[in-house]
């Protein structure tokens, strides 16, 4: 395993424990409202602190952003993305469905990535050039053909829902043509399923650079694809991703763009 990779291995792993500590103490939890229908919670703040120091251990020049404020200047080189806690929503409601998203960006290109379910004890990561693991495994994305009974994954932009007529109407062009679409509540998760195969395709926006960075990476090192609504290369800092094997994703953008 890259050096660095293990250093974001262990990192989420130390947030993965506050995390389940915080989800079976929900009672005691805090919860603040960041915008409309957008939450966080002192477990993703604790979340995220707990990754940074953990990195910083071992790499204290690197710079940081993550979701909840964690903005560290440092060694632009090295750009650590972080998400401490992909999937709130479902936190706070009992949902056992969130993780983890750690992504190393290095001279603007992702490099090192995990994706931890704490609840799952699924570990997902990826090195630039070393293909995708679970826990240790090796995973590809589908081998599915066209859209013809795959399964899909999405989202629906529930902080600008000014946007929900389009977002509904592509929703139905594609769920006439697949066999069905689930909705998970993490982007991460989406992606990291993608890349398992377990997702033939995914499509979402409104997103942020945390949200998919390390999954962007799992998806490309599983041999999938990575596009933006238009198929564009560069989804990270776009706002709108589409994901899968080539033809998935070739299949998605006819009804996305």
Not at 90 to 95: V, Y
Request: aromatic residues 8%.
């Amino acid at each position: 395993m890259h050096p660095m990779l293990n250093i974001a291995v262990r990192a989420a792993r130390a947030a993965g424990n506050v995390i389940t500590r915080g989800f079976e103490n929900r009672g005691d939890l805090l919860t603040e409202k960041k915008g409309e229908n957008d939450f966080v919670t002192k477990i993703d703040k604790e979340a995220e602190f707990t990754i940074i120091n953990k990195i910083q251990q071992s790499y204290p020049d690197h710079s940081f952003i993550g979701e909840e404020g964690g903005l560290v200047k440092g060694d632009e080189d090295y750009k650590w993305i972080i998400d401490p806690l992909d999937g709130t929503t479902n936190f706070i409601k009992g949902i056992p469905h969130f993780a983890v998203s750690i992504a190393l960006m290095h001279k603007g290109r992702i490099d090192q990535a995990v994706v931890f379910d704490p609840i799952r004890g699924e570990l997902f990561t990826a090195s630039k050039g070393g293909g995708a693991q679970l826990n240790g495994f090796r995973i590809r994305a589908s081998n599915a053909r066209d859209l013809n009974n795959t399964v899909l994954a999405t989202a629906f932009p529930f902080k600008a829902k000014d946007d929900a007529e389009q977002a509904i109407q592509r929703f139905s062009n594609i769920f006439k043509q697949c066999g069905d679409i689930r909705r998970g509540g993490s982007a991460a998760l989406d992606l990291a399923y993608v890349a398992a195969g377990r997702f033939d395709g995914y499509w979402e926006r409104g997103l942020q650079p945390w949200d998919v960075a390390a999954g962007e990476l799992l998806v490309r090192e599983s041999g999938g694809l990575v596009t933006d609504f238009s198929g564009g290369n560069d989804p990270l800092y776009k706002g709108e991703i589409v994901a899968g094997n080539p033809r998935v994703v070739q299949a998605l953008v006819k009804h996305l763009k």
